[in-house]
Every structure is written in structure tokens, then in C-alpha cells.
DNA sequence: TCTATTTGTTAGATAAGTATAACAAATTAA
DNA sequence: TTAATTTGTTATACTTATCTAACAAATAGA
């Protein structure tokens, strides 16, 4: 399975994968709506998804993930959560840009240094006496 | 002065830069060398970004940036070094990847997110009695 | 100097992602 | 149950970034 997805697919079957989550059925209306993009384009989008055999999607129907397609938004997924709560919890960045920045930076970390973050997020909220995390509050206000 | 550069003209930018510090001239070969890129690719890239303002290029001759250009590169470039200082000095991911991830994600992290993480690189870095670079060098075996 | 090689340029061609516009199907409301 | 509105589809076109191929200029070697 030769995967390799542009950031731009990945935003695709991501947002899938969300408004799944959220409302059970998936309308290209609303992929596109997330995406600010037209219906067009989101149209697309899917068939060249649904080639790669990560989405299923009939005229006029529903869209719905295959279950490739589940596993790699869920990897998505995790890298943005991941990459979320550095930005917010230990640099503590709290307005919108945060949440801009993992979307970006989540479609180009290598598995290596998503494996190295978790790690090092794990080590900084363990430590005997919660030192670590003392001073990682005392970074909040430096 | 609009300027929002895409990923691929920062990288352009950046690598006038580079070979500007490194060689003092420019030549369109060398960009198209390091970026992996044909020379008609070059040109084209030449041509947005002369439009701009940000590079000087006449026919045969050699690639200089201009003042504007310079600073953009200039900021491109410290996202990078912070960034690969990051992933390998913290992180500890010392192969191809740091380097690799640092130069996707230099493209798209916001000005705050490059702030708090100098400032949380700075934090690490000091601390009475070195107590936080101790936790840190232990980290590295984790 | 004069030929050979390297370097630079230009004109198409291609691929990904987007938009507009015309139309078709489905849904909602009257 | 029609008519109006929303949603989905398709064809076509544009933009960005890339390539190949043909050619032009510059540089290096004999």
C-alpha cells in the first residue's frame, strides 16, 4: 500500500474523520465548509481518496472512511492532539494560533519525532514530587 | 508590502541565502543542486520572486538578494536553527529526520510559536546549579 | 583561438488543487 | 404535490510548481 498523502489529502480525510465523529454522516457540504472550499473541489478531493481506497463515496450519497482511511486519520489525529497540547500545556500559546499551527505542522512530523514529543511531554509530567511539572509552570510565566 | 511567501519560494529564499554566506555568488545551478530542482525550475522561481522584489536576477548573470529579501531569509533562517536545536538538543533525534522536519516545519510556524519556543530553549537552558539541564540530559536515555 | 562542456534560458507539457458556472438531484415548505 | 431552496456533480479554466527538450551563452581545455 503505497500511501503518501499530500497535507492537503490528509486535511481531507481528517476533516472526514471529524465530522464523522461528530454527526455520524459526512456531507461534501460540510467538508467544505470546514475546509473553506467549494463542493467542487471538495468532489475532488474524494475521488482521488476514494482511488486510494480511504474514503467510500456513491453519487449523491453519504461519504464515509474506509477502514485504511480510519487508521491513517487517526494517526492524524494524534499528531495534531499531540502537538496541540505542546503548544498549549508546555509553551503555553492559548489563542488561535495554536490550533493553526498544529494543523500545519501535523502533516510534516516524522513518525521519529512525533515518537521523541510524546516522550518528552510523558517525562515532563512524571518526576518524582511533580518537580517538573513545578517548573514548567514557572515557565508559563517567563 | 504583501509579501506571504509559499513554502516553496521560502525554500528559493533560503537557499540564495546560503549560498550567498557560503560562496559570496549565486548561480542558478547550484540553487537547482541543493533544492534538487531542474534550472528552467530555478528560473521560474527567480522570476516570482524578482516580481516581488525579494532577489536581483538579470539574464547570465548571478542571483543576489535584495535588502527586503535578505530579511525574510534571514528570519526563515532562525526558525530553522531553532528549530533543528530543538529536535536535536531536546528532543535528541540526532539523524536526517531533525533536519528534514526542521525544514518543513520552519515554513509553517507562526512568529509566536518561533517566540515561546526560544523563550522555552532559553528556559532549559538555565536555572540554578543547572538542575534543568540535568533533567534533561536525563531525558536522552528515556 | 576554436571546439567542447557546462551553465542558463525559453517554450511548451504535466500534475495538483482550486474556482466558476451550468445543471441535476434531493430536500423543505407552501 | 408542486415550487423553491439547498446540496451535489460535472465540465472547464486558472494557478503554482515542476519537468523535458531545444537552444543560447559562457567557460574551460586543447
Known amino acids: ?3 503518501e498523502l499530500s497535507p492537503t489529502m ?3 480525510l481528517e476533516t472526514v474523520a471529524l465530522l ?3 454527526n455520524n454522516i459526512v456531507r461534501v ?3 467544505g465548509r470546514l475546509l473553506n472550499v467549494k463542493s467542487s473541489s471538495v468532489n475532488a478531493a474524494l475521488k482521488t481518496l476514494s482511488k486510494k481506497g480511504l474514503v467510500k463515496h456513491e453519487r449523491y450519497e453519504y461519504v464515509d472512511l ?3 482511511g480510519e487508521k491513517i486519520a487517526c494517526n492524524i489525529q494524534s499528531k495534531h492532539d499531540l502537538l496541540l497540547k505542546f503548544l498549549t500545556e508546555i509553551l503555553n500559546i492559548n489563542d488561535d ?3 493553526q499551527d498544529a494543523c500545519k505542522i501535523e ?3 516524522s513518525p521519529k519525532t512525533l515518537d521523541r514529543l510524546t516522550k518528552f511531554i510523558q517525562f515532563l509530567e512524571t518526576g518524582i514530587d511533580g518537580e517538573r511539572q513545578k517548573w514548567l ?6
Do not use: G, N
Not at 137 to 142: E, I, N
Open 1 to 3: 500500500m503505497e500511501k
Open 10 to 12: 490528509e486535511d481531507y
Open 20 to 22: 464523522k465523529k461528530q
Open 29 to 31: 457540504r460540510d467538508i
Open 66 to 68: 474506509t477502514l485504511d
Open 97 to 99: 494560533e495554536s490550533l
Open 107 to 109: 502533516h510534516v512530523m
Open 137 to 142: 509552570k514557572s515557565f508559563k510565566y517567563y
